[in-house]
């Protein structure tokens, strides 16, 4: 492995506190809200704070009901058995609703956007990229229905906050008969065409983890329009009891049901979101100008329809001006090259500095555990997610970092291409 070329010059010290990727940032009424559960021992998976989020959610984003999780990935995996027992009714003995079922997933995100049809005995294509969004590439969903025309599922993502192409996706969804889940889990309060995200699909997902744009420290939350599914998902995530005086049960359950705990911290966050979503814009920003004149790039969006709300600052370094750089299934190696640089390099000389940056999402299909999998690559037969993994890297987003910190970043990225 190569030295960080200049991890040693004294111009660049390390922050003495580390810089993240994106942080949980508390204010106040949190605790109050907190307190108010524990002072009226609402400690409990009812109470207040659940329902106060759950309408202050259902407002934001735009649909008649938001229902409390105990995660992003459990509110996906309610939205894809609710979805799947729409399409193809109620599960058989096996109890698995998308069993032997083709599901299209966007290729380029994180693992847990795909789990749950694993979960419910479903098989995912994975879709490629499109350069202009990093999302789902309707062209290539297109391709998928011809080649599947039996699919009638579709999970596509927001990737780190930046929408997809979601009126082209929703149109080809439509014209196949197909439901659309949409995983907003990154792009709470993204707004695109004038609608929140999470409002586009026949079901929306968000997640409040530790490193979203506001958090519980942990929850998540499913969206819909229709109050029988509102009530499906309530019932399965509480055990799926049976209103009768004893323990009866026709389904099976899950207890996903959020704490009302979380749910003060989240009631507390959400008035924040709005404040939190222009501090990531003015970071964005602040990247985009200070890397200015480099041979890279910034996470694209559509300039005139969309308006992200930027969790994650991304960079995609161009092509010629990448230098030589090896990844096997662990470990990456590059070599220093001057006026170029690469992913690994840049990681290297942020974390000398204490801050955190990330690669891009390692593409479904890369991955050990779902390479067997069909996937669909762009028009060209191009592979863009392993491309834009290739390439491409987040950088620190924590929007707790101070200005000269992030001049600091930036100063190393274009040392990075000395
Ligand atoms: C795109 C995407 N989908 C789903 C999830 C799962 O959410 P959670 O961690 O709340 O389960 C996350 C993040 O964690 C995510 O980034």
Redesign the pocket.
């Known amino acids: 492995m190569e030295q960080i070329h200049n991890a040693l010059n004294p111009k660049r010290e390390a922050f003495d506190s580390r810089v993240y990727l994106a942080s949980p940032t508390m204010h106040q009424e949190e605790q109050h809200y907190i307190e108010e559960a524990f002072r009226t021992n609402w400690v409990s998976t009812v109470g207040a704070n659940l329902d106060r989020m759950e309408e202050l959610l259902s407002e934001l984003i735009g649909r008649p009901y938001a229902v409390a999780l105990a995660?992003?990935?459990?509110a996906?995996h309610m939205a894809i058995r609710a979805a799947a027992v729409k399409l193809y009714g109620e599960p058989g003995p096996s109890r698995l609703s998308l069993k032997g079922k083709r599901v299209f997933c966007s290729d380029l995100?994180?693992a847990?956007?795909v789990n749950p049809v694993i979960y419910e005995g479903g098989e995912p294509v994975f879709i490629d990229s499109e350069y202009e969004t990093w999302n789902m590439d309707p062209e290539a969903l297109e391709r998928a229905f011809r080649l599947y025309p039996e699919v009638k599922l579709v999970v596509m993502?927001h990737l780190y906050g930046t929408p997809a192409r979601i009126r082209q996706i929703r149109a080809l969804c439509d014209a196949h008969n197909a439901l659309l889940i949409e995983?907003a889990?990154?792009s709470l309060g993204t707004v695109y065409r004038g609608r929140q995200t999470g409002s586009f699909g026949d079901l929306g997902?968000i997640?409040?983890?530790g490193?979203?744009i506001i958090t519980g420290s942990?929850?998540?939350a499913l969206l819909c329009d229709d109050e029988q599914t509102m009530r499906r998902v309530r019932k399965w995530s509480t055990q799926s009891r049976e209103p009768v005086a004893w323990y009866q049960h026709r389904e099976i359950g899950y207890n996903y049901r959020l704490s009302n705990l979380i749910a003060g911290v989240i009631r507390g966050q959400i008035p924040w979101l709005g404040e939190h979503k222009a501090r990531k814009t003015a970071l964005y920003e602040r990247y985009r100008d200070g890397l200015r004149g480099l041979p890279l790039r910034m996470n694209p969006y559509e300039q005139e329809l969309a308006e992200p709300n930027h969790w994650l600052s991304c960079v995609l370094i161009d092509r010629e001006a990448m230098c030589p750089q090896r990844r096997d299934a662990e470990r990456a190696e590059y070599t220093h090259t001057g006026g170029k640089s690469c992913p690994t390099e840049i990681l290297e000389a942020i974390a000398a500095l204490n801050a955190e940056g990330r690669p891009i999402w390692k593409p479904m299909h890369l991955q050990p555990v779902y390479g067997a999998y069909p996937f669909v690559p762009a028009e060209d037969g191009r592979d863009v997610g392993a491309d834009l993994f290739a390439r491409g890297l987040c950088l620190p987003s924590d929007i707790k970092m101070k200005d000269w910190q992030q001049e600091r970043i930036i100063e190393v990225i274009r040392d990075c291409f000395r």
Request: aromatic share 10%; hydrophobic share 35%; net charge negative.
């Open positions: 995660s992003g990935t459990a996906l995100t994180f847990a956007s993502v995983d889990a990154e997902v997640s409040f983890n490193n979203k942990c929850g998540g």
